[in-house]
């Protein structure tokens, strides 16, 4: 599971196929593994959003299958196997849709909250 902690207040779930967009996005930036993915969402959104293992994984098998990321065996920096991801070219074109979705339609909501 996905969640954004938010300050004071309990967690909250966010929509579906966010992680989804958030490991591609991670991805992008530099090919790892799956416990360093969710700790770059979670380093990156100054520790608001915190991805669960139990969501990651399922999630990275899916995106394998998709053939929007690929995966290899290599050794991580304290010298065991892990398995490493890259973004292949049809997940960049997705990530990219992804992204110009997403601000679409947040930039919708916010007119709708702003709206006086």
């Known amino acids: 599971m996905l969640v954004s902690k938010r300050k004071g207040k309990t967690a909250m779930d966010l929509p579906q196929g966010t992680l989804d967009l958030l490991i591609l996005k991670a991805i992008a930036l530099e090919r790892q593994h799956g416990w360093a993915i969710a700790e770059r969402i979670e380093q990156i959104s100054n520790k608001a959003l915190r991805v669960n293992q139990g969501s990651l994984y399922p ?11 690929k995966a290899a065996w290599d050794v991580s920096d304290n010298n065991r196997r892990a398995k490493y991801y ?31």
């Not at 999630?59 to 990321?69: D, F, S, V």
């Not at 992204?99 to 947040?106: E, G, H, N």
Request: glycine content about 4%.
């Open 59 to 69: 999630a990275l098998h899916r995106l394998e299958r998709r053939g929007w990321i």
């Open 86 to 116: 890259d973004l292949t070219a049809k997940g960049r074109r997705q990530l990219e849709a992804q992204t110009d979705a997403w601000r679409s339609l947040t930039a919708a909501i916010n007119l709708l909250l702003d709206h006086r």
